[in-house]
């Protein structure tokens, strides 16, 4: 088995193709059909279910991409450790973040990283759910990892700041007159939640049921971008992190009472190189909201 299999294995999964992968890695049809074809022989295992709607990875395909995407991205990642040098950095870095969480630190930070090395390739990713999250951190695929702070989190995490959490509103809502919103004044309004393993859902559930609140739901969606627009509508109201709202929708938002923020770690991969560390530097001089001391917990 070659690193090459593994690339092209990902790549069909991914586009639930064969041709649409060889488009992708920008080679021939009959070279990713063949690799894949050794691959499955040399296994002695099906990787690929043909469908209706294309190529599906199997149980055994499945369980075999997991770790295939591992290995690709440790390989990745020694070859850019191996060709740092003191003005260079190549190769790829994958980071993701919690959704939501640095929306407005993210662009300056990575401005920073690209100038400073121009031939990383950087690749960030939203993730909703959080135990996946952590998942994939203990399973070493991502570089960096932005988070919320909880129980679980790794005892060497590194503290960012806090994430503030604030209410957005429809044109015209009533409590727009105010500076912060009561959430118990918000007793009976309809909700646009996210989806049901997000973190965010989870979030508004805490604090809604924290002050006695029912939730009563107008939609789900799974992009904080679609819930601040359905809440500005006016479809529902809707809580989400302060950074994730764009400029042209803060008029519609309010911070609420009693406050609710998370404080924003930082998550390394073990043994971490230069360009890891390097975003991590640059994420910390960022602004970020400041609140109670925070120590993480194993």
Do not use: K
Request: hydrophobic content about 45%.
């Amino acid at each position: 088995m070659s690193l090459r299999q593994f690339e092209y294995a990902l790549a069909v999964a991914e586009e639930g193709s064969v041709t649409a992968a060889a488009d992708r890695l920008r080679v021939a049809q009959p070279s990713v059909s063949q690799q894949i074809r050794g691959l499955e022989r040399e296994l002695g295992v099906e990787l690929f279910a043909r469908t209706p709607t294309g190529l599906v990875a199997t149980v055994v395909g499945r369980a075999f991409l997991r770790e295939a995407e591992v290995a690709v991205s440790a390989a990745r990642r020694a070859t850019a450790t191996a060709r740092a040098g003191a003005d260079e950095l190549v190769g790829e870095l994958v980071v993701a973040a919690q959704m939501g969480f640095g929306t407005r630190q993210w662009p300056g930070a990575l401005d920073a990283l690209r100038r400073r090395y121009p031939r990383l390739e950087v690749t960030v990713f939203e993730e909703p759910s959080s135990a996946e999250l952590e998942r994939l951190c203990r399973r070493g695929v991502l570089g960096l990892a932005l988070m919320a702070a909880c129980e679980r989190s790794p005892a060497d995490a590194h503290r960012l700041g806090d994430e503030e959490f604030v209410v957005v509103l429809g044109a015209g809502h009533r409590q727009l007159a105010a500076d912060r919103v009561d959430l118990r004044e918000l007793e009976g309004e309809a909700w646009v939640r996210f989806d049901r393993d997000s973190a965010l859902d989870g979030v508004l559930l805490s604090v809604l049921r924290d002050n006695d609140l029912t939730p009563v739901t107008a939609a789900r969606v799974s992009q904080t971008a679609t819930a601040v627009r359905w809440a500005a509508h006016g479809l529902g109201v809707a809580l989400v992190p302060a950074s994730a709202v764009p400029h042209d929708h803060e008029h519609l938002v309010r911070p609420v009472f009693p406050a609710v923020s998370q404080p924003v770690i930082a998550v390394l991969r073990q043994g971490a190189g230069p360009g890891e560390t390097a975003l991590l530097d640059l994420l910390r001089r960022e602004t970020w909201t400041e609140s109670a001391p925070f120590s993480p917990v194993s």
